[in-house]
């Protein structure tokens, strides 16, 4: 079964060379002639094939990444061409060739610079997979990726730090400008492409520009990173760990090719659930390896830990932290540190409001899960105006700590006690605010400073309408 988000799974996206609508995967069946037909009876254990020659159990279809890959329901030939370099195959590849170059200095070919950037929800994943705590798995982690042949390994606090700052600043100057125009959040990949595809230039407006953590990352890395080794970003090998799949395609976009450097930003992601299957293939478990201490490039002191929480929220805090700081920047209200969201329909669809002198001015909501977005961008096309001022949105059913790559349940434990045990190793991390020396630094030493044309080269990204098909290959029959 595909762990795309909801958002590419169920949406008639057309590709360009074999229009298709449906998820098919082609099994073969060994049929026998039967002068009287056969029929299909449903048991307990499967579907059977009932004919004079005997009863034939069916194949199961099973629907596996490259399958969903290989079919044209959501995403484009070209986008499939460029996932294949997104595999633990193709890492496994990379890095043995790597390590091969290495041991082979005289081969006149430079060994590349390995570096792992791990996002904070797969942590999370992998210390209830394997009974740690977070900051243990983290180390654990980088104990192994070193094995593997990692020469950095990094946290994404910084890129999270640098996302909000620019999505705050980004809401405040557009409600400014226009409060009548609500902005939504730009750092699920899965809704981006299902806005892109399926919206267009009705919704592109409403989203914000500010690039993913991910994306950030690769900036980072491939910029500032190389530029302090003294090596061109081409040389280094960019692998980050995310809890989607999703993430696969942002990566994979033109947009986070560096003509410059002539490298992706991010060259390959790898998932919580493939990390699991790579120990699997090993029959390793993640305490088998020597703990080691992630790399902190970007400044001369370190924080205090390498694995933090952004607000409460479990998919990078946007709505409470813009809130927060809205709120006091336009309004001059102070608000509680731990917001109250209210919940409507169902509890992945919460709101917030802020009232003085008795008017409503900011409301701000929190939307997971494709059925959310779907109402979401129907309100937004049923209204004159946004019915909200920000709204923070992925695609996954309880946001990123959900990711569809996520490791599934060992038992048979139900995926939403999961979830619900995965927020509380959350709520024990530390709180990051994202104004501190560390963003500082990289504002003032790198990006000549906040609000300058090269942070906002560099920090945003642009978003493209896709024109739908309308051929007679494309009909439902």
Not at 14 to 19: G, K, L, V
Not at 196 to 211: D, M, N, V, Y
Not at 263 to 277: F, H, K, L, Y
Not at 437 to 453: A, M, N, R, V, W
Request: charged share 25%.
């Amino acid at each position: 079964m595909s762990r795309f988000s909801g958002a590419l799974q169920l949406t008639d996206l057309d590709d360009f060379i074999t229009p298709s609508q449906e998820c098919i995967k082609p099994v073969t069946i060994d049929k026998t002639k039967s002068k009287t037909g056969a029929k299909i009876t449903v048991q307990a254990d499967g579907y059977y094939e009932e004919s004079d020659s005997g009863k034939q159990k069916l194949q199961k279809v099973e629907i596996t990444l490259q399958d969903c890959l290989a079919c044209s329901g959501c995403i484009t030939s070209a986008e499939g061409v460029l996932i294949t370099q997104q595999s633990q195959e193709e890492l496994l590849k990379v890095l043995r060739e790597n390590q091969t170059l290495k041991a082979n200095d005289d081969s006149g070919k430079e060994a590349r610079i390995i570096v792992f950037t791990i996002s904070t929800q797969p942590l999370l994943s992998l210390a209830h997979r394997y009974q740690l705590s977070v900051e243990e798995t983290a180390r654990h982690l980088a104990g192994y990726l070193r094995q593997l042949g990692a020469d950095y390994v990094l946290c994404t606090k910084i890129a999270d730090d640098l996302a909000l700052l620019e999505c705050r600043q980004e809401f405040v100057e557009r409600f400014r400008n226009n409060p009548e125009l609500g902005m939504l959040s730009s750092s699920c990949p899965g809704w981006v492409c299902y806005a892109e595809k399926t919206h267009g230039s009705f919704i592109l407006p409403h989203i914000a520009t500010t690039r993913s953590p991910q994306q950030i990352m690769g900036v980072l890395v491939k910029q500032l990173l190389a530029e302090k080794l003294g090596v061109p970003g081409s040389r280094i090998y960019h692998v980050t760990l995310m809890p989607c799949y999703d993430k696969k395609l942002e990566a994979s976009r033109d947009d986070f090719y560096s003509e410059v450097n002539e490298s992706r930003d991010v060259d390959c992601v790898i998932t919580s659930i493939e990390v699991e299957q790579m120990l699997q293939t090993e029959e390793q478990t993640l305490q088998q390896f020597e703990p080691s201490e992630l790399d902190w490039p970007w400044t001369d002191q370190q924080p205090e830990s390498m694995v933090w929480a952004h607000e409460a929220t479990m998919s990078g805090g946007y709505a409470e932290h813009i809130f927060k700081y809205a709120a006091k920047e336009l309004f001059s209200e102070e608000t509680p540190n731990d917001l109250q969201f209210k919940a409507l329909r169902n509890r992945d669809f919460s709101e917030i409001s802020l009232e003085k002198d008795g008017k409503t001015v900011l409301k701000f909501a929190i939307a997971n899960g494709f059925r959310n977005i779907q109402n979401l961008v129907q309100k937004l096309k049923r209204g004159k105006s946004a019915p909200y001022h920000f709204v923070e949105v992925m695609a996954c059913p309880s946001g990123c700590i959900n990711g569809g790559a996520q490791v599934r349940p060992t038992t048979g434990q139900h995926v939403r006690e999961l979830t619900q045990q995965l927020e509380e190793l959350y709520k024990q991390l530390p709180r990051s605010d994202p104004d501190n020396t560390h963003t500082k630094q990289i504002y003032s030493e790198f990006l000549d400073g906040p609000h300058t044309d090269k942070s906002e080269e560099l920090l945003h990204t642009k978003y493209h309408a896709v024109e739908k098909l309308n051929t007679a290959l494309n009909i439902k029959w």
